[in-house]
């Protein structure tokens, strides 16, 4: 029986977005399934009367490598956002990341000499392996205690004496007047947000939207010579290891009737006592002049099967699992797994792009 496609493409994220426009450049015919109502995974935005909202969490795009830079503004338009989020600690603001500027907020030091001073004369040893211990070890009790401690604690659902130090592996400390979140010398956000990205990669694509690949894998697998599926690993191979643990969110999005609420794209809400870990402003990421605004409150969740799955939990038996899956993957002749599902891994944007244009290399040539 002939296929009708080349290429079956589970899941529309960023990672098969790239794959479909590569391919497509060889001639490929590709069959797109999403599970949701809607293309792009958490790319996704929704024009709120003219604010392109994000609606699975905000998405700056930055990145070290100029072709991936050259690569994405061919695609689309960037502007010149900056990310520069503020931490806000009962009735003070705070800027981050930790910079000249913070010190400054928390202890007057002008110089770096006499920030360096003070950080030195906080920093502790660490007795007992954990996230609290180390991060004293790193910034000290100020720091840790208004900018960390409560963040830290609802992002995971623990507290930071319960969590592994890996968490942290390093905080970075700037002796410098700098907001600039990233240290990368690309950064933007597309104008008109992510969707035209997303719908410029896939044109000429089929797209059967609100469908599960997994509900009748072998009626679609039929449908085309090589499939890559970008949904979690571990629900594919229908949890014969158990379950790969993940953090979700929850937002609550609520549409104001002021032109700039926050006067930030983002504000971290570090105490404890506070449930939601970040409001998001969207327009402010577009420089937006709208007369009415849009904010999400973001609140850390319990991950059960079903709901998303957000941020991948690293522990080492986690990642015992994963490996398992990953050496039955490694099997397939079919089947190629790919995305921050597939690979059961954060990774930002760049980094995913960078895997999908080495992976549509390899897919590519299977049909040379
Ligand atoms: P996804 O976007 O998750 O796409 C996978 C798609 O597959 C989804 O649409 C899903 O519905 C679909 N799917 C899954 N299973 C099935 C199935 N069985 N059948 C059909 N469809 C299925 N990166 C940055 O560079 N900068 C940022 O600021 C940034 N912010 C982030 C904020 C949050 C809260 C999170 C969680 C991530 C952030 N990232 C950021 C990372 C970024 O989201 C990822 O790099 C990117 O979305 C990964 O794309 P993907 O295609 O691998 O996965």
């Known amino acids: 029986m002939l296929n009708r496609y080349d290429l079956l493409l589970v899941g529309s994220g960023l990672f098969n977005s790239i794959i479909a426009r590569e391919a497509k450049h060889k001639g490929l015919k590709c069959l797109v399934l999403e599970k949701r109502d809607n293309i792009g995974g958490n790319l996704y935005c929704e024009d709120v009367e003219g604010i392109h909202v994000h609606k699975y969490g905000p998405h700056i795009f930055h990145t070290k490598e100029k072709r991936i830079w050259d690569y994405v503004n061919n695609l689309t338009s960037f502007n010149h956002f900056i990310y520069t989020p503020l931490a806000r600690y009962k009735d003070k603001l705070y800027n981050l990341p930790f910079n000249m500027n913070t010190f400054y907020q928390l202890w007057g030091t002008i110089t770096p000499a006499e920030a360096m001073i003070k950080l030195k004369e906080q920093q502790i040893e660490m007795k007992n392996d954990n996230l609290e211990e180390k991060a004293l070890s790193l910034v000290g009790k100020d720091i840790y205690e208004t900018l960390i401690k409560g963040y830290t604690e609802k992002q995971w659902g623990k507290s930071a004496t319960e969590l592994p130090s890996f968490i942290i592996q390093r905080l970075p400390i700037r002796f410098r007047y700098d907001n600039n979140y990233f240290n990368d010398p690309y950064q933007g956000i597309p104008v008109g947000g992510y969707n035209p990205l997303i719908e410029q990669c896939f044109k000429g694509c089929d797209i059967q939207l609100s469908t599960d690949f997994l509900h009748d894998r072998d009626y679609f697998a039929k449908q085309a010579d090589k499939v890559v599926f970008t949904g979690m690993i571990d629900a594919y191979y229908e949890y014969i290891y158990g379950a790969l643990e993940y953090r979700s969110l929850r937002f609550e999005e ?29 327009k402010l990421f577009e420089f937006g002049t709208q007369p009415h605004t849009v904010i999400t409150r973001e ?44 690979y059961y891994k954060y990774l930002d944007m760049d980094q995913i792009i960078a895997l999908a244009l080495d992976a549509s290399k390899e897919i590519i040539n299977c049909f040379n």
Do not use: D
């Not at 009737?257 to 983002?266: D, L, P, R, S, V």
């Not at 522990?315 to 599902?341: D, W």
């Open 254 to 282: 609520e549409r104001l009737e002021t032109e700039n609420y926050q006067g930030n794209a983002a504000v971290n809400y570090t105490q404890r006592e506070i449930p939601y870990t970040r409001i998001i402003e969207h």
């Open 299 to 342: 609140y850390p969740a319990v991950w059960e099967k079903g709901q998303e799955p957000f941020y991948p939990v690293n522990t080492a038996i986690n990642n015992k699992r994963y490996e398992q899956y990953r050496l039955l993957s490694e099997k397939e002749k079919k089947v190629i797994f790919g995305g921050r599902l597939g």
